[in-house]
């Protein structure tokens, strides 16, 4: 039986996620100036709300949309509460975005335990076909991410406030003599990134069992994908994400996982040396 | 008072650092000895982050990463090649620098987004790497015990290992030729160069400090101090598994120079004495620890970014301009 079908589909679903995770650092970086290393603990709260509130009966749909929501809220309230006080020297934004690293897995430990959860299996379809089978959790993880793709991006081009966050990245003092609101268009930024990881962290729970630092790996693979699709561009963070899922995906199917480890860091000084912009023409002109 | 204070400020740190050790080995102590060792070790750790960041400006997380790496290779080199320890710690710090040239040439050249990326990347991945090794143990770990040996002269010896006083002492000479090779260099060409590219990049490359060179080297001398202070803390632990040196530690790392306060020889000094202190002598909220470095991370950010030094340093009044 032929790998390559598995393969490809898991390829594609960790594309997803670390799209998703990318997008969410992209669109922190480009308004805040803020490199959110709190991403992946971000990602975590999304499974673990998810988790919880599916087991409280609700579904797991409610339940992911329910954990998305709060996420945006405390995205928003992070922002509005710690960051906006130290936007003038944005290293100290990562700093803080280190201590909630620490908070969080203190609260994670606390809260739901060393030990690994899973949701079951909220969506237990296996396509077949020919020799292939297509699990119907990964292809939901895809479905989900491209819907979520097509409406961020819907967001950003045709709505005022969308248009309002274009504006802030690009020219932040024009935006605000042009009577937008400039800080809380940040905090909306920050609250859409938290709630970009807190969509990658439910929809990862229905793949992977969910421990409290099983968001770093998502994390740098969202800065990898970041930086070879060209930091800066959403469209650039899609494919960065795309190009290192699949990589990752064939590597461990046909390699071994070590070695695919390597191999992206490798993948990744390469392109800082050779391409320092990211891989991709499009994706450099597309900024936010 | 203050101007002479001020002006005696490095031996003011000299003194509190000799002290410090003085008595905490001077109780006999077991769990106060080890505060001591422990607090030498992140004293010269701490260091290798704060010359980097403190005094090259370039925010790494990759210091925890050349630790691992150096005590990993020396460890291996030790099991499987049986290796004298002076030799394999020397490889390990070897693999630490080069590592840290490849990753620094590939991204010093660009803003300090990439460089914080690209180092946490290599701390992580390593990481996650040395988990699927066969070599090291895979996840979980390798014995890590160096035998450093016994230094005799004349008639003295001081066994290099000995957990009732010796070992402490060999860890506070190396967080010593640490601090006083930062002091040292932050009065050197080179120091200066650093410092004032940190301030004004386009000036100082003006006036002929070029950047890429003179961080590049900064990265190699603090992966060289890192390596030093990872084999001692493998060293200290005897036993060594991947997850000893997780993002946990990174932070931990990150915390005790901001505290400390970066840029200052004796932050990372104060920052060490503080976090051990926290953690092994008074054993603050066991459980709730990293959450509780995180508080502290989140407010001296808030209230005074500068740490206890730094703090100080602009608290305090400056003596009259005369040098």
């Excluded at chain 2, 790494?60 to 394999?88: C, H, P």
């Excluded at chain 2, 590219?197 to 006036?207: G, N, P």
């Excluded at chain 2, 084999?231 to 990174?250: D, E, G, K, Q, V």
């Excluded at chain 2, 932070?251 to 060490?272: E, H, S, T, W």
């Amino acid at each position: 039986m032929s790998l390559l079908p598995q393969a490809l589909l898991s390829g594609l679903m960790l594309a997803a996620i670390y799209s998703l995770v990318a997008l969410g650092l992209t669109l922190v970086f480009g308004l805040l100036d803020i490199v959110n290393f709190a991403q992946g603990q971000l990602l975590v709260l999304g499974s673990y709300l998810t988790i919880t509130l599916a087991r409280e009966g609700i579904g797991y749909w409610p339940a992911l949309a329910a954990a998305v929501l709060a996420a945006a809220a405390i995205g928003y309230a992070l922002d509005a509460s710690l960051f906006a006080r130290v936007r003038d020297d944005p290293i100290n934004g990562l700093l803080l975005s280190v201590g909630i690293i620490a908070v969080c897995q203190t609260l994670f430990f606390r809260g739901w335990g060393p030990n690994s959860q899973s949701l079951g299996d909220p969506i237990d379809i296996v396509f077949q076909i020919g020799s292939a089978t297509f699990q119907g959790n990964r292809l939901a993880v895809i479905g989900v991410t491209l819907v979520a793709l097509a409406g961020l991006s819907a967001f950003l081009r045709r709505t005022l406030t969308g248009k309002a966050l274009r504006a802030t990245a690009e020219q932040s003092d024009a935006a605000l003599l042009m009577g937008i609101p400039t800080e809380r268009v940040r905090h909306l930024a920050f609250a859409f990134g938290a709630a970009l990881a807190a969509l990658a962290g439910g929809l990862f729970a229905i793949v992977f069992p969910i421990d409290p630092t099983v968001g770093d790996s998502p994390l740098i693979k969202g800065f990898i994908a970041l930086i070879i699709g060209g930091a800066g561009s959403p469209l650039g963070a899609v494919i960065g994400g795309l190009f290192l899922g699949m990589v990752e995906a064939l590597g461990i199917t046909y390699w071994s996982t070590g070695a695919t480890e390597l191999l992206e860091f490798a993948l990744l000084i390469l392109v800082l040396f050779v391409r320092p912009n990211g891989i991709i023409r499009v994706a450099r002109e597309s900024t936010l | 008072v203050i101007a002479t204070l001020r002006r005696r400020g490095a031996v003011l740190g000299w003194l509190a650092f000799l002290a410090w050790m003085l008595l905490l080995s001077a109780s006999g102590d077991v769990t106060l000895i080890n505060v001591a060792v422990l607090t030498a070790i992140w004293t010269t750790w701490g260091t290798s982050f704060n010359l980097i960041w403190g005094y090259a400006g370039q925010f790494s997380m990759a210091q925890v990463g050349f630790g691992a790496l150096s005590a990993y290779v020396a460890a291996v080199l030790v099991a499987e090649q049986d290796w004298n320890a002076w030799a394999a710690a020397g490889a390990g710090i070897m693999a630490a620098v080069l590592a840290s040239v490849i990753v620094g040439a590939a991204s010093l050249r660009l803003t300090g987004f990439y460089f914080a990326i690209m180092t946490l990347a290599f701390s992580l991945l390593l990481l996650r790497f040395l988990g699927t090794l066969d070599l090291a143990g895979k996840t979980t770990g390798m014995s890590s015990s160096f035998d450093f040996g016994t230094l005799s002269i004349g008639s003295s010896t001081w066994d290099l290992g000995s957990r009732s006083g010796g070992f402490l002492w060999f860890m506070v000479v190396v967080a010593a030729v640490a601090l006083l090779f930062v002091q040292r260099l932050g009065r050197t060409g080179v120091g200066r160069a650093l410092r004032a590219l940190r301030d004004d990049e386009v000036l100082a490359a003006a006036i002929g400090a070029h950047p890429l060179t003179y961080r590049l080297t900064a990265f190699a001398l603090s992966a060289v101090l890192a390596g030093v202070g990872g084999i001692c803390y493998a060293s200290h632990l005897r036993y060594i598994t991947p997850s000893f040196f997780a993002l946990n530690l990174i932070i931990v790392m990150i915390v005790l120079v901001v505290v400390g306060g970066r840029g200052y020889v004796f932050g990372p000094f104060l920052g060490a004495a503080f976090y051990v202190t926290v953690t092994e002598w008074i054993r603050i909220g066991d459980e709730l620890q990293a959450g509780l470095f995180g508080v502290v991370l989140i407010g001296v950010v808030l209230l005074a970014p500068r740490g206890i030094l730094g703090t100080l340093d602009v608290k305090l009044p400056r003596p009259r301009a005369s040098g």
